[in-house]
């Protein structure tokens, strides 16, 4: 069943804390885990509307958060946060 899971499922990192991220890339792998939020549909519930410094979502800082308790400032932490995606996706960095 987990080789199913790693090799078909891909998942988003919405879950605001490192232990709960930690679980996900155990099950998958790194490589199949992207940054994600909940943005638009968990909006702040207090403050200047971002729920904290202005201009920034509080979902989404929880989330960068949780990526760099598991991965550290490394690597694998810049491929959580879009490098997965980029290359998932196939999107051009240079359009």
Not at 14 to 43: I, K, W
Not at 71 to 80: D, I, L, M, S, Y
């Amino acid at each position: 069943m987990w080789e199913v899971l790693r090799s078909n499922v891909f998942l988003d990192a919405v879950v605001y804390s490192a232990v709960g991220l930690g679980a996900a890339v155990a099950a998958s792998g790194a490589d199949r885990v992207m940054f994600g939020t909940d943005h638009p549909f968990f909006p702040p519930l207090e403050g200047d509307g971002y729920g904290g410094e202005e201009g920034r979502w509080r979902s989404v800082g929880e989330n960068v958060e949780a990526v760099r308790g598991v991965f550290g400032e490394g690597e694998q932490a810049g491929e959580v946060l879009g490098g997965n995606a980029v290359r998932i996706l196939r999107l051009r960095l240079d359009a």
